[in-house]
């Protein structure tokens, strides 16, 4: 190795001194935003206190706290575009999760025909919010609750209303419900099998197992209970469903019609409105909205209050469909009748994963196969995309799954030994 020309060093220090200065001063960033989070705690102490949470609880669990600015990357992502309702709901609704929620039904039969007793919401309704919101307690997130919130508490946007669900954690587990290494959820602080706030656990979480604790982490009776509990505040009325899929007659428009503009169902019935198979609607003096998530072509719904109710959960039209539709797949019903308005059908869960192997396989970094489609899986669908010539927008589709299905080479061929001699028994 030859020794470093003199001449060479100008050149050789213009590009470390940049790097060392960056790096310099990206440790000196880092070290100045721990100060300000640990003081930033210490002076939310007085506030924490006056909400009812102990001094000795603030100390232990926020002493000596990390921030972690991975919440702040969350909290300011911007989605480059919106994901089409088609794919949200081939995702939340597929055969997978109707599956599961069907033995889960009778998995825990006798303790959801007690919680209809006590909140009148039906087992299907309750087990399709389960299975929405933590895929049926398979995912509740892995962020420590304290920590993300202590975090959206001193740095970042909206850091008022953070505050409040910190206090609300630290009440939570000053009360003993669940316990601190067992409280982590989703970056913003949802947690637990129902995916709850901390402060909309105080208000609505129950103990319906009887151990004393509203556990929304490692008991189902309480998660469940706390699920309808949720429902019922909300207006759920359980002898009411939550809407009908139906057929609009030819040029009806589906202008300044929504959720909330409520008309009596033989009004709907004059209009010409029928069920998705084409029977009346229903008699009765129920009043329901008109929703449609993708115009007048698209699938269309008649809506009552209880359709508010799951709206409440998530504040989302399409979150609210989510789980009426796998409620009405639980008790036996098919996919909608008036496909969505588009030639590029959204992709199960399983079909996600598909795509991720055959992404794999074409040589992509896409991570863990995990039907997730990540940014890596994104950046891949894009490269995929461009060879294809497809529109390039990082959303797989059907007509990507087609594609590369139909390059996959065929099924692996039986290994033969290279060599001619007798092949190794198989034990
Ligand atoms: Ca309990």
């Not at 706030?197 to 706390?226: H, I, N, Q, Y």
């Not at 207006?235 to 609009?248: A, K, N």
Request: hydrophobic fraction near 40%.
């Amino acid at each position: 190795m030859p020794l470093l020309q003199l001449q060479q060093l100008p050149q050789l220090l213009r590009f470390t001194a940049p790097a060392l200065a960056l790096a310099c001063s990206t440790a000196f960033a880092q070290a100045a935003q721990t100060d300000e989070f640990s003081r930033c705690l210490a002076d939310l102490k007085p506030a924490a206190l006056a909400a009812g949470v102990r001094g000795d609880t603030y100390d232990r669990h926020t002493q000596g706290l990390a921030a972690d600015l991975t919440v702040i990357d969350k909290l300011n992502v911007q989605p480059e575009f919106k994901t089409p309702v088609w794919d949200y709901l081939a995702g939340l609704v597929d055969d997978e999760r109707v599956e599961q929620g069907r033995a889960l039904l009778t998995r825990h039969a006798a303790v959801l025909a007690q919680v209809q007793q006590r909140y009148g919401v039906d087992p299907e309704t309750v087990v399709a919010v389960w299975g929405v919101e933590s895929n049926f307690g398979q995912t509740f997130g892995k962020y420590p609750l304290v920590q993300a919130l202590g975090t959206l508490s001193c740095l970042g946007r909206r850091q008022g209303y953070f505050r409040g669900e910190l206090f609300a954690t630290l009440r939570i587990l000053q009360a003993g419900h669940i316990a601190p290494e067992r409280l982590v959820g989703s970056w913003a602080g949802a947690f637990g099998h129902t995916q709850f706030m901390p402060s909309t656990f105080e208000r609505l979480a129950v103990d319906f197992d009887g151990d004393g604790k509203r556990d929304l982490m490692d008991s189902v009776p309480d998660a469940l209970a706390s699920t309808a509990n949720f429902l019922a505040k909300a207006g759920w009325q359980g002898d009411r469903m939550w809407g009908w899929e139906v057929r609009l007659p030819a040029g009806f428009s589906v202008a300044g019609q929504g959720r909330k503009n409520r008309q009596p169902l033989t009004a709907w019935t004059a209009a010409g409105l029928r069920l998705a198979d084409g029977s009346p609607l229903p008699a009765g003096a129920e009043t329901a909205g008109l929703v449609t998530l993708a115009g007048a072509t698209g699938p269309a719904f008649l809506v009552t209050r209880n359709f508010d109710a799951l709206y409440s959960y998530n504040a989302a039209e399409s979150y609210g469909l989510a789980i009426a539709h796998l409620s009405d797949r639980l008790r036996g019903g098919g996919p909608f009748a008036t496909p969505w308005p588009t030639d590029d059908a959204g992709l199960s869960r399983a079909e996600r994963r598909e795509v991720q192997t055959l992404l794999s396989a074409r040589g992509h970094d896409i991570g863990e196969v995990d039907g997730m489609l990540g940014d890596r899986s994104k950046t891949a669908v894009r490269a995929e995309q461009t060879r294809l010539g497809h529109e390039v927008n990082g959303r797989a589709g059907q007509r990507l799954l087609r594609a590369l299905r139909a390059e996959a080479p065929a099924a692996p061929q039986p290994v033969t030994p290279s060599s001619s001699s007798d092949p190794a028994p198989r034990s």
